[in-house]
């Protein structure tokens, strides 16, 4: 099966809702031909998915979401379930980010858990990758990428590697 290639934007905890408009409006005219060569995934804060979702439900381009919660609802503080993303019109979920798994100490095993209910929900995991510089100079590049695929794809089919998506992103490169 031949995959397209995949452009995510994940702007982090960068660009309101004002900025999101803003930028969205100014770049969606010249979407629809990159999008010829690739799928298109913006990821903005939370706050700023509302009105980025109001701009991109007829478009080539897709939202994402940073993260999502491993609950369907309850007393969780500042977590967002896939129910709320599918509501929104949330495609993608990006999980496993390095930023997740050093400074909020997600594991993955829980990024497993996050993985299958973004699955279970439509939603299309972006699943990243990567090893830090101390890593790859020590030579544990492929120990580590092993680990963290294993763990955090662990039991999953064939049909649920269909759609997800793998983001190898080495910790050292990130800006």
Same mark, same amino acid.
């Given at each position: 099966?031949?995959?397209? $290639?995949?452009?995510?934007?994940?702007?982090?905890?960068n660009?309101?809702?004002?900025?999101?408009? %803003?930028?969205?409006?100014?770049?969606?005219?010249?979407?629809?031909?990159?999008?010829?060569?690739?799928?298109?995934v913006?990821?903005?804060?939370y706050?700023s998915?509302?009105?980025?979702?109001?701009l991109?439900?007829?478009?080539?381009?897709?939202?994402?979401?940073?993260?999502?919660?491993?609950?369907d609802a309850?007393?969780?503080t500042? %977590?967002?379930?896939t129910?709320?993303?599918? %509501?929104?019109?949330?495609?993608?979920?990006? $999980?496993?980010?390095s930023?997740?798994?050093?400074?909020?100490?997600?594991?993955d095993?829980?990024?497993?858990?996050?993985?299958?209910?973004?699955?279970?929900a439509?939603?299309?995991?972006?699943?990243?990758?990567?090893?830090?510089?101390?890593?790859?100079?020590?030579?544990? $590049?492929?120990?580590?990428?092993r680990?963290?695929?294993?763990g955090? $794809?662990?039991?999953?089919?064939?049909?649920?590697?269909?759609?997800?998506?793998?983001?190898?992103?080495?910790?050292?490169?990130?800006g």
């Amino acid at each position: 099966m031949e995959r397209k $290639l995949i452009i995510a934007a994940n702007w982090k905890m960068n660009k309101g809702p004002a900025e999101t408009v %803003e930028f969205i409006e100014a770049f969606l005219p010249g979407a629809e031909e990159l999008s010829e060569k690739c799928d298109i995934v913006i990821a903005p804060p939370y706050v700023s998915i509302p009105a980025a979702a109001a701009l991109l439900a007829d478009s080539v381009v897709a939202l994402s979401s940073q993260n999502v919660s491993d609950q369907d609802a309850g007393a969780f503080t500042g %977590e967002v379930s896939t129910c709320m993303l599918n %509501e929104v019109g949330a495609r993608y979920v990006i $999980l496993g980010h390095s930023e997740r798994r050093s400074i909020y100490g997600e594991s993955d095993q829980f990024i497993n858990a996050k993985v299958r209910k973004a699955l279970a929900a439509g939603i299309r995991p972006i699943f990243c990758i990567g090893e830090t510089l101390e890593e790859r100079e020590s030579g544990k $590049l492929e120990e580590v990428l092993r680990t963290q695929v294993s763990g955090g $794809l662990a039991d999953l089919t064939v049909e649920h590697m269909a759609d997800v998506v793998v983001a190898y992103e080495p910790v050292w490169a990130i800006g």
